[in-house]
C-alpha cells in the first residue's frame, strides 16, 4: 500500500510553533512566513512525485495567504464606502435569543443591538449557511473521492489549464497538486467559517459594516468551498476540464421514458449519482433504466454520464414528484423538497437517503446487505433507507426500480383529466391561493376555470415554471383542491412540449481561452461577460433568464451559466424550435454561452476573472487578494445576474462575487434577503480613483454604480447589466461600444435615452456614434466637462505615506 | 381579524408597528399636510385603468412621480412625464435626509405608492419605516401593505376604483 | 530554535489514504483503523519528549472515535423515544430563504418543511451559533497559547489528574498530551460544526427528530469546544488545576474602587485580560490600578490573578457601563452588548476591541505604536480601537486608564438624585415599559415613585438584578425617561450592599475526589449533583438560583456552578453576611459549593460524570461514548439548571449535556428556546431497561422524568431537580434519601406529598421511613405492586441479536 | 391598531394567525359548547383577588383545575382542589389527542387560562395552536393572548373585574 502525506507543512525559523497552517495566528501570520522555503514530509512508502511541484518555483508570497477575516477588512471597508448596505428588514424583530423577541423599530434589543447591525448580522448568517451548504459539500465529496481514487490522486486539468484553481491559489496561497493536499484548503475554510458563525452570537459584533465585512469573508470562504467541490470531482471523475464542446444532453420533463424503470436523483452531491451510473455501467442497464436528476446533481450527473437526463431545476420538483414517474427517489443534499418523503410515499416510490444532510427519520441500512434493503422496501415494511454508501446505493437504486417499475404501472400517472376539473370545481374564489402565493400568480382563475373544463390558463402558469410549484396554495385552499395535482396533470398533458436540452457543464474556461479574451474584455471591446446563476424563485417564470440570456449573446457579450439557470436557459426554444445551447456556441468569446456546470462549478466564474489578472496581466496570484480584486472590480465588466435566487447558497455566493468586485443583479425576490449594496451616482466623490501609474487621485464613474442590486423587472434589469459592465479601464472604443448596448437597451426598455449617460463619457470620443447628437444634448444639459482617462486604476491606498 | 387590514401576503406582516388604515379622506388629508409629497408609481400601472389613474391623482396633487421597474416607458409613451428608479434605489434615497431630491427640491415627507410588486414594495416600505423617520408613506394600492404609515385596505377592484377616484378631488 | 510537530498521525494499512485522521470517510471509518500502531513524525529539531505518552499504553478504542452525527444517531434516537421533543413555535413563520416568509401553522413552507422540522432545524442552528462561539473562542485561545507558550508546551494538570480532558479522550479517542496535541480535536470539530451548519440549509434535513440528533451532536461539539478553551488555559497560564480551596475574590459594583484608575474587561477570551495582567504586574501597577471585568472573562481573570476583580454577570453591564466608573473598558467577545461604544462614548471612557468577532467599526491599530493609539483616543479623534494583539491591549489600556482617569473624574458619577427624579417626574404612567419589559417588572411604578422622589421600588428591582437592565424599558418609553440612569443612579447610592465575593474557579475535579464520591452518587448515598450555570436572564432576580444552591447544599448535594450563575450565587448574603462561597466548602463532595469557573469551564461537569464512569466504573472513554453516555444517563443523579440561560451557547450546552444522558432544567424563559424534551411518566412502557448483567427487559421508573425542563417557578424547578437526580441505579438506602428530598421539598412548596412518588418505589425498602404511612397511601391508591431491582441498567440494544 | 388586541407583550405576534377577541358573553359561549372544559390556573391567582375568582368561575362551569408553577399550594392550603403540572408538562399532555386526561376522562376540547406568566403561557399556548388541533384554548386574564384562539383584550384591572364577575354567571 502506497502512503503519502501531500500535506505540505511549512515552517518559518522566526515562528517556531506555527505548525498548523491553516490556524491563522494571533499576530505571527506574517508575510515572510510564507516566503520561507518550504518543508514537505512524507511517510509510510514514499512516492516518487513526479507531477510539477509548487515548491521548485520560486513563487512571491503577497500579503494574505490564508486571510482571516480582518486581513481583509480594509478592502471591504473600500467596497462598503462605495456601496453601504441597504437594508430592508424583513422582521422589524429579533428572536434569536431568549430575551427576545425583540422590537428593533427604532429602538435597540436587550443585547444593545440595533436594526442596522441586525440586518448586517442576518446577512452574515445567511452566507455562512450558504457557505457552509457547499463547503460541507465539498467536504463530504472530497473524502469520497480520496476514498475512492486515493489522496495523491493528481488534480491536474491538462494543459489547456495551468491554474487549476485560481480561488485556492489566491488565498490559500498554492495551488493543489494532489486531492490530498486540497484537505489544507478545507481545513482552513472550516476554521473560518466557524470564526464567523460565531459572531452571530448574540453579544459579539455590534456594527453593521463589520458584519458585512464578515459576511463578504463568509461568501470568500463559500468560494473556496464550491472550487474545492468542483475540482474534486472533475480530478477525480474525470468530468469535463474545460472544452468548450461538451455534449448536449436531454432536458425537460417529456424527455424522461415513462416506460423504462426511472431513478430520480435530487440534490447536489454527485457520489450517490456515481455509485449509480457506475453500476448501471457495469451491469450493462445503461439502456434498460432511466436515470435522471433535478437540480445541481442533475447536471453533475450529466458530466459523468452523458446518458443521464435533466429533469430541470428545483421548479419542477413537485411537478415531477406528483407525476409519479420515478420510482425510485435519491436525494442527497440541498434543495431537496423537505416533504419528499411524503411525495414519494404518496406515489408509492421508494426513497433513499445517502447523506448526513438528510436522513429523513429513516433507518440507517448502509451495513446491511443489499438484498435485504431492498427487500424491506419492497415488502412496503419500510418506506425507503438511509444509505451511506454510495456504491450499495447504486445496487439498491437499481434493482428497486427493476422490481417497482412493475408494480407502480398505475402509480405512473395522474388521475383522469374529468377527475381533475371535479376538485377544482370545488373552488370558492376566496382568493386566498393567490395572496399566499409567492408571486400572486392568478392560480385563482387557473383553478376556477379549470373547475370548468378550461385549462388554458393553468397551462399558462405551468409552462415555463411561472408556477414554480413551490405548493403554497395548496396548503392554504381551505376547499383542499390538490392543485399541485391539476399542475402536474397539465405537464403530462404536455410532455412532448416538455422536451429540450442542455450543454454539459464544461467546468473551468482554459488559458488560452483567457489569454484570447483578456484584452479585449479589459478595453471593452468584448461589451462584458454576463452570468446567470442561481435557483428558480422567478417573479415571474423562467423564460426571463432565456430571455435576457438571448438579449446579451446576440450583442456579443460572452454568457455564462450554471445551475439551475443552465437549465432554465435550456428550456426556451425560439421560433424554429431551437434551444440557445443549439444556437451558440459554448466558447469562452463573444456569443459564447458557457454552462460551467452545478452550483460548485460556479467557482469558475470569479475563477476566469482571476485568471484574466494572472494570465493576460500577469498578477501574481498568491497571498493576493486584494490586488487581484481590486483589479477585477475596476477592470473586468463582468455582471452576475442570480435572478432566482433564493437560497442561503446563492447570497453567499453573491457576496463572494462581491468582495471579488463583480456586480449582482438579482431578481425581486432578492430584496428578501435583506441587504442590498447600492452605489449613490448622485455623490460624485464616492467614485474618485488612484492611477496607479501616477499616483493621481482620478474622478472615476459609478462604474458599476452598485454592487447588489434588486430589479422589478426583467427590463429594469437588462438596462442594469449593460450599465453594470462598464469599467474603468474601458478604452474609447470599448467604452462606445458598452454605451451603445446600454443606450439600444434603455431605448428599448424604457424608450428614451438614458440621462445618465453623461456620467459615463469622460470624453468625446467615448460617444457611441449612432447616438452621437442626443448624447451631446444630454452632456450639456448636465454641465459635463472632459476629464482624464485612468491608466490603472484602484481603489487601494496607494501609493501610501507610512 | 379584520381581513381589510391583514397585509395582502399576510407573511408580510413584520412586528408589532403596523399601517394605519387610510381611507381616501384621510389620505387626502395626509396630502394636505405633506410640503413635499412624491408619488413613486410601478409596473402594474402600465396598464389602464390604473395609468390614468395615477396620472389624474397626480396631476390633481402636483405630485412629481418616480416610476419603478420599466413603467417608465408606458407612461413616456402616453405622455405622463416621471422620473425613472429602480424601487430599491429610490427607498435608498429617500432614506437619506441629505438627498437632494428627484429634481434638487430637497428630500420628500410624504411618499405614496402604487402599482409596485406587493412584496418587493413590503420590502421597501419596510427599509423607510425603519430609516426615513424623516416621512411617512402611503400606499393607494388595493392590497394593505402593513409596512407603510398608513395603507388602503385589500379590497376588490370595484371598491378601489372608487377610492382612487375620490382621491382626484381635493 | 526547537520544533516539534505534536499532532500524531495514526494511519492503517488496510485504508492508506486515511491521512486526515479529523476528516471521516464517507465509509472506512472503521474500528480497527483506530486500533491499529500509532506512528508518530518528528520534525525540525526533535526534542527528547519525557511526558507519559499514550502511544504506550495499549487502549482500547472504542466504535466511535471522532463520531460524525450520523455514527451516534442510534442514540440519540433512543433519547428522543423517551423525551421526545417538545415544541413551542416563538414564531409561526419561516423567514429563512426568499420563497418566504412562510406560515407554518398547519402547513407547510415552499420547501416543503413543517413546523416541527422547522423548530428541529431552528433548534440545531441555535446549538450550531452556540457551539461556534465556544470553539472559535477557544480555537482563538488555542492559537494565541500556543503563540505563547509554544506547541509543546505540556496539557499536564499535576498528579491529582490523569484524565486532563475526559470529553476529548471520549471523543477523539486520546487525550492531548501538549498544546499542540488540541488541534487534532479543534480541526475535528470545525468539520462537524460545517457539517450541522450545512443542515440548517433550505432543503436539506426534513425530518424534526433528525435535526434533534443534528443538535445534540452540535452541542456535543460544543462540550469539546469548551474543553478544549478551558484545558488549553489552565494549562498554559497555569490557572488552578482542580484545587478545592481555591481563594476568595471581591465580586460586585461596590468592590471596585473608583478613586483609581479602572479597567473593565468584559466577554469571554481570557487573551487581553492576561496581556492587561501581565503589563501590570512586570510595570508594578498592580496596586495602582483596578482590573475588573463583567461577564466570564471576569472570572477567567480572577483564575489569572486573584487581584482582579469581578464586577458582576452580564445582568450587571449598563448599570457598570452607565455608571461611568470604568476608564477603559476592553471588550473581547460574547454576551457584551452591541451598543457598548456609545456606553462607553457617553461616558468619555476609552474602547478598545480586542478580537475579529467584535471590531466595533473601529480601526485595526494593531501594527500601530502604542504611544500614537493612546493620542488618538486621548485626544478625542478616535472613540477606541481594535488591538488584535492582547500584548498591545495591555500596554495601551494601562496608558489610556492612567491618563483617562484623571480628566474623566467629573464622568465617574451620575446625575444628581434631583435631576433623576425631575426626569423620572415626567413619567405619564403610559405601562409601556412594563409591557415592552421581558419580565413584566413593575418599572413604572418605580419610576413613577421615584418622579415622586420615592426611590424604594426601583431600588427593590436593583437588588439581585430583578431588573437586569436590557434596557428595553428605556428604548420604549415615549418620554425618554432615562430609566438605566435611575437605576445606575440607586447603585451608585448603595455601593455598599453591593460588595460580594466568588471563590475563583477551580476548573477540573480532581481524579481522588471521583474515586471518593463514585459510589455514593452511584448508589444515591450523595443525593446528587445539582449544577447552576448559564446566564441571567432570571424570570424574578438572581437570589432564586443562590436559593436554589442553599437548599441543596444544605440537603447534602454537590452544588457545581460557573459563569454568570457563580457569580449570583456570590452576590447573596444570609443574615449574618455570610455568601454561600463562605458558608461551604470548595470540595466535590457533599456539601461542596464548586465553582468550576467560566463558561467554558462547563465541560468539567459532563467532564466529572465521565470521570466517574472511568475512575470508579472503570469504563473504558476512548471512542466510548454510547457506553459512558449510557452509564451516566442511568446512573449519576446529576441535574443540570440554567436558570437565566439566554444565549445560543447555553441551548448549546444543555443539548449537549443532555446527550450525556443529563438532564437540564431552564427558567421560564428557556421556554423561548422553543423546543424542550419532556417524558411522559404516564406512559409507562417508555421507562422500560435492560439489565446488561441478565440481558432481561425491567420495569424503570421515569428517572429522570424529563430530559429538557422550563419551569416557571423556583419552588417548581426546586422540587424537580430532586426529582430529576433519582437514577435506576440507587440502592434502596439511597432512593430512601433521594426520595426523601424530593418528598420534602414538594411538602416544602407543594404542601402535599407528591401522588407520583410511587412510580420511583420499586419495593418497600425505598420507602423513606419518615413518610412511610403516607406513602403507603399512595401505594394503595395508585394500585402499586413491587418490582425487580435492576443491576445493570441500559437503555442500549443489548444485548443483540444480530 | 387597537390597543386592546396587541398581544400585552407587543412582540410576541406570531405570524397571520391572531386571537380572536372574548368578551365574557363569547367566553361562555364557549364554555357551554365546550364537552370536556380544563381550567389551566398560574402562579398570578395564588394571590386574592383571582384566587377567588377562579375558585367560582370553577364552580359555576364545574370546571377541573390544573395548577402550574407551585400555585397548587396556595390553592391546597385554602381548600381548592386541583391537580399540579408544569405548565409545559400540561401543554405537552394536552398536545396528544390520546391522552387520557387529569381524571382519566380523555382529552379536553376546551382549555381556559389563567394567571400563567405571559411569556410561557404564550409559548404553551403556541405549543397547542400548531399542535392541538382537537381543542380550542382561551385565556381570560387581563392580557390580549395573541396565540390563543380567544382571549380577553388588555384591560385595566376593574374592567377585568368585571369580566371575571360575568364569568360567575351561565
Ligand atoms: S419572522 Fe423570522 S425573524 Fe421574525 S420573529 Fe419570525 S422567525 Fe424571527
Ligand atoms: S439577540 Fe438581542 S435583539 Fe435578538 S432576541 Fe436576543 S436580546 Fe433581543
Ligand atoms: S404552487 Fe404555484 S401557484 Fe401555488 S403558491 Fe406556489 S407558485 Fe403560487
Ligand atoms: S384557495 Fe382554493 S378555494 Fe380559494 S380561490 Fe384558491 S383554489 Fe379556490
Ligand atoms: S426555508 Fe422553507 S419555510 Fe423557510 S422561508 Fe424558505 S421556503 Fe419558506
Ligand atoms: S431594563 Fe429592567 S425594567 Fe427595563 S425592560 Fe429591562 S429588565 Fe425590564
Ligand atoms: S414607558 Fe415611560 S412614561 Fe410610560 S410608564 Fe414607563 S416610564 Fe412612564
Ligand atoms: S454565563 Fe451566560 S451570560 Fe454569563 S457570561 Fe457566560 S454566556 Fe454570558
Redesign the interface.
Known sequence: MNIKINNIIKTNNEVGDNLTPNSIKPKDFKVDFWKSKNIEFSFGEIIEDNSPDSRDEETFMGPTPKPSGTDLRSWDMKLLERYPP????????CCLCTFGKC????KKGACGID?KAQQGRFALLTCCIGAAAHSAHSRHLLEYLIHKCGSDHPVDFGNNIDIEAPIMRTLIGKAPKTLGDIRESMDYIEEENLHLLSTCHTGQEGNHLDFESKAFHAGLMDHIGMEIGDVSQIAALDLPKGEANTPLVELGIGAIDHDKPVILCIGHNIAPGVGIVDYLEDNDFEDEIELCGICCTSIDITRYSDRAKVVGPISKQLKFLKSGVADVVVVDEQCIRSDVLEEAQKKGAALIATTDKMCLGLDDRTNDPVDAIVADIISKKDDGALILDPEKVGEVATKLSLSLSKSRKSLKSLPDMDKIQEDAFKCTECEWCV??C?N?IPIMDAVSSAGKGDFESTEKLYDHDICYTCGRCEQECPENIKIMDLMAKIGENNLKKEKFNIRVGRGPIQDVEVRRVGAPLVLGDIPGIVAFVGCSNY?DGADDVAKMAEEFLERNYIVVTSGCGAMSIGEYKNEEGKTLYERFSGDFDARGLINVGSCVSNSHIPGVAIKVANIFAKKPLEGNFEVIADYIFNRIGACGVAWGAYSQKAAAIASGVNRWGIPVILG??G??Y?R?Y?G?S?KEETWNLTDMRTGKLIKGEPAPE?LL?????R??AT??IAKNCIRPTDNNKGRQIKLNHYIDLHKK????IPEDVYRYIRNEKDIPITYKNDVKEILERNDWEPRELVMEPTILDFPRDE | ?NDR??????????????ALLATPETAKLMLKKAKRPLFVV??YAKNEPLMSHVKEIAEIWDLPIVT???T??SF??NGIESD?Y????I???LKDPE??GIKGEGQNDLVLFVG?????AS??L??L???A?HLKTLTICKYFHSNADASFPNMKDEEWEKYLTKMKTK
Chains 1, 3 share one sequence.
Open positions: 441597504f437594508y430592508a428588514p424583513f422582521c422589524d424583530m422590537d428593533l423599530t427604532g436594526i395572496r399566499v409567492p400572486s417573479p425581486p425576490h430584496s428578501k435583506r442590498l447600492l449613490r448622485d452598485h442590486y434588486a430589479a422589478e423587472s427590463e429594469e438596462v442594469n426598455y424604457f424608450g428614451t | 381579524m387590514v391583514i397585509p395582502w401576503q399576510p407573511t408580510v406582516i413584520a412586528g408589532p408597528k403596523q410601478g409596473p419603478t421597474a420599466d417608465f416607458k413616456h409613451d425613472s429602480g424601487i430599491v434605489e427607498a435608498n434615497l438627498w437632494e409596485c410588486i406587493y412584496y418587493i420590502q421597501g419596510s427599509t419605516k425603519h430609516f423617520p
